[in-house]
């Protein structure tokens, strides 16, 4: 949703102000509006009992921490953040791109959570490395997040139990590093 938003911007601001076009009578203010009535609706007739969690990858879904707090204004929001070797060649397998765009990817990312965390407020951000290597201070940072302390001790037992979705063979008791993946020169 908020890069169906960043478009109708973008588009916007490239059009010319002056002439007799329908698109420039459309009012930003209202069609946030229609929007977030949209998205609630939709998640409402995905979730009907109430709570959810969305894991959205992505900048675009980092930086609509705004669209976000505006439609659901009690939403608690991590954000877990990866190791750039580790995410470019994840992002290299998992969508068959190259060196390049998975870069690319993974430093919006990491861009999208420097401003984040200096612009949005209750954004608690987790190194996905700690959830395997730290699962007790990782599960007491989200329980105390969520303002449930006291179900620290579950959630740690849950990190430690069930393993991740991973499809790296390396050791995950320590960060991969450049001289762990087959890269070339060039790349």
Avoid at 62 to 73: E, T
Avoid at 101 to 126: G, Y
Avoid at 149 to 154: F, L, V
């Amino acid at each position: 949703f908020q890069a169906m938003l960043d478009a109708f911007y973008d588009y916007k601001g490239r059009k010319k102000t002056t002439g007799n076009f329908a698109f420039q009578s459309l009012d930003p203010a209202q069609l946030e509006t229609h929007l977030h009535g949209f998205v609630r609706g939709f998640y409402a007739g995905l979730y009907p009992h109430g709570g959810f969690v969305d894991k959205t990858p992505g900048a675009p879904a980092i930086r609509g921490i705004p669209l976000i707090r505006a439609v659901f204004p009690d939403a608690r929001i991590l954000i877990t953040k990866r190791g750039g070797v580790e995410t470019v060649t994840s992002h290299r397998r998992k969508f068959d791109s190259s060196i390049v765009a998975a870069c690319r990817a993974w430093t919006a990312c990491m861009d999208a959570i420097l401003w984040a965390e200096a612009n949005c407020k209750d954004v608690q951000v987790i190194e996905q490395h700690d959830m395997t290597n730290r699962p007790d201070v990782v599960a007491e940072a989200i329980c105390t997040h969520l303002g449930q302390p006291r179900r620290a001790r579950q959630v740690a037992r849950f990190l430690q139990e069930n393993e991740k979705q991973r499809s790296s063979t390396h050791d995950a008791s320590r960060a991969l590093t450049l001289a762990d993946v087959p890269w070339t020169a060039e790349d």
